[in-house]
Structure formats: structure tokens, C-alpha cells
């Protein structure tokens, strides 16, 4: 069977600098798989590889069948892989409904916007509620919601989920996961980049370890355990994105090698 989304054998970075050095990843259809790693790992560069917004170097990127490797990124939408980037990526100025119709033009065509927007009130009734807010007046966690709703029309193939947890609110982190777990049983695969390990862990069925751009570890999520956290937070900085684990063991790297 194809992969929902493949990268094999991937180099790719920004000018001279090389954020990627063979990486493969593959992703099946239905599956959830959490890219983990430590600040600056090249995880967010997998992920604009894998939405058409960074062309690799080297390898190929292929999703159900489909070879993408060098296309534009609305090739990589028409093949069904919606990316919910790193940041705050609505506009601030615009309502909640601008927002949406804006991206499905951009994605659909102007024939494609009603049917879009109708999909995605229905999907995200929060959303639906303050369709006339101005998106910078929506809370941290409605902003991600929306980040969502963009780009998640008519179940995708995969989404690609760039820490949408972000420097919410737990029980607003908890919203999106079960956001992602309905996306997910309705048969979208994620990928998903996460710092909050412990959500990101129990969400998926495997996780990949980034470090200094290349793969270093990859497995069941249930067996990521310390493995994966050790070597994971050792290494970060002690930035604004604490990381709560809340799988068993601690962040401390108890079994640091
Ligand atoms: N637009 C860019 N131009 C130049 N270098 C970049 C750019 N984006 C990222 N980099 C560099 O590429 C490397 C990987 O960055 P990337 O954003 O993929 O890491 P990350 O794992 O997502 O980190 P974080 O956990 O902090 O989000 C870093 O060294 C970063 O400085
Ligand atoms: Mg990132």
C-alpha cells in the first residue's frame, strides 16, 4: 500500500545552510506519527518539505502514489496534505470568515469557498459562533482552532500539525488534541510537532526523534518513553516552551546516555 506521505532520503535548508541530511519518514494512511526533537532540530523544516514550502536538496517526497518532489505547494494541497504551520498564521485584521474564505480561494477557486466555509462551520462550531470576530480578538486557542480550520477542508489525506500547543492553556492544549484524535478517526493521518510530548505521545502510533537534522531514533510511541524525552529536552534550551511530560518517567534524562 502507498504511504499517506513519504520522504526519502531528504536533504534541504535555506541557502547554504543544511537543515536536513537524509531524512526519510513515512507516514501511512490513517496513521499518527509525532516528530519529536529538541529547539532547532529541523523539525518545522520537515514539515514545509512535506507541504511543498521548502524543496528538498536531495530525495523525493511522495504522497499516496504521488510523486510531489519539486512542486508547488497547491500541488501538495490537490494531493491532500494540509499544513497547519508553526505560529500564529491567521490574519489578525481579518473576522474569522475572512480568514476562512480567503484560504479557500487561495485552495479551491472561487466556486470552491461556499462549500468550504459550510464544511467548516459545521466542523468547528466555536468558530461558527464568532464567524464576525476579528481573528486577533480570538483567544490563543481559537487562533489555532482557525489555523486549523484553514486548512483542513473535507478531510485531508494527511495534516501536518506545527506545534499547535504552543503557550496555550492546558485545557485548551487538551481541545486541540481532541480536535486532531476526531480528525483522525474521520481517517486523516497526522504528523505531528509537538514540544508537549506527553499529548503529542499518546495521540500517535509512532514517534520520530530529530537531531541536528537527521533521524536518530524511531519507533512506537509507547516505547518513546525516556528514550526519546532524555534525549530530547537534555539538549533543549530552557526557552519560554516548557515541556510537560506527562508520560512516566521525568525530563530530567534520568537514562541520559
Ligand atoms: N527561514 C530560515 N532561514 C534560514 N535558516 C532557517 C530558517 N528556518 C529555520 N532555519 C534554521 O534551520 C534549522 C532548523 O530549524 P527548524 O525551524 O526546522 O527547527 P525546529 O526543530 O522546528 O525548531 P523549534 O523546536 O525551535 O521550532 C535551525 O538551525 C534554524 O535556525
Ligand atoms: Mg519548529
Not at 485584521?93 to 467548516?120: M, P, Q
Not at 484553514?150 to 478531510?155: C, G
Request: avoid cysteine; hydrophobic fraction near 45%; charged fraction near 20%.
Amino acid at each position: 500500500m502507498s504511504a499517506a506521505l513519504e520522504l526519502t532520503n531528504v536533504d534541504a535548508g535555506y541557502g547554504q545552510f543544511m537543515a536536513l541530511r537524509n531524512v526519510s519518514i513515512r507516514v501511512e494512511p490513517g496513521e499518527a506519527v509525532a516528530l519529536v526533537g529538541a529547539n532547532g532540530v529541523g523539525k518545522t523544516t520537515v514539515a514545509r518539505v512535506a507541504s511543498g514550502l521548502v524543496r528538498p536538496t536531495a530525495g523525493r517526497v511522495v504522497a499516496n502514489g504521488r510523486d510531489l518532489t519539486g512542486r508547488a505547494p497547491h500541488a501538495f494541497v490537490r494531493a491532500g496534505i494540509a499544513h497547519a504551520p508553526e505560529g500564529r498564521s491567521v490574519f489578525a485584521t481579518l473576522t474569522v470568515e475572512e480568514n476562512l474564505r480567503l484560504s479557500f480561494r487561495r485552495h479551491f477557486g472561487a466556486r470552491g469557498v461556499e462549500r468550504a466555509l459550510t464544511s467548516a462551520f459545521e466542523r468547528f462550531p466555536v468558530l461558527a459562533g464568532r464567524r464576525e470576530v476579528l481573528a486577533g480578538q480570538l483567544s490563543g486557542g481559537q487562533q489555532r482552532m482557525l489555523s486549523i480550520a484553514r486548512v483542513v477542508v473535507e478531510s485531508p489525506a494527511v495534516l501536518i500539525a506545527d506545534e499547535l500547543s504552543l503557550g496555550l492553556a492546558p485545557i485548551v492544549v487538551t481541545e486541540i488534541a481532541d480536535q486532531l484524535r476526531r480528525l483522525r478517526e474521520a481517517g486523516t493521518a497526522l504528523l505531528i510537532v509537538e514540544q508537549q510530548l506527553g499529548h503529542a505521545l499518546a495521540l500517535a502510533d509512532r514517534a520520530v526523534l530529530l537531531e541536528r537534522g537527521s533521524v536518530a531514533w524511531e519507533g512506537p510511541s509507547a516505547e518513546a518513553g525516556d528514550h526519546v524525552i532524555a534525549r530530547t529536552f537534555v539538549r533543549s534550551r530552557n526557552g519560554g516552551t516548557d515541556a510537560s511530560v506527562r508520560s512516566d518517567g521525568d525530563a530530567g534524562g534520568s537514562t541520559r546516555e
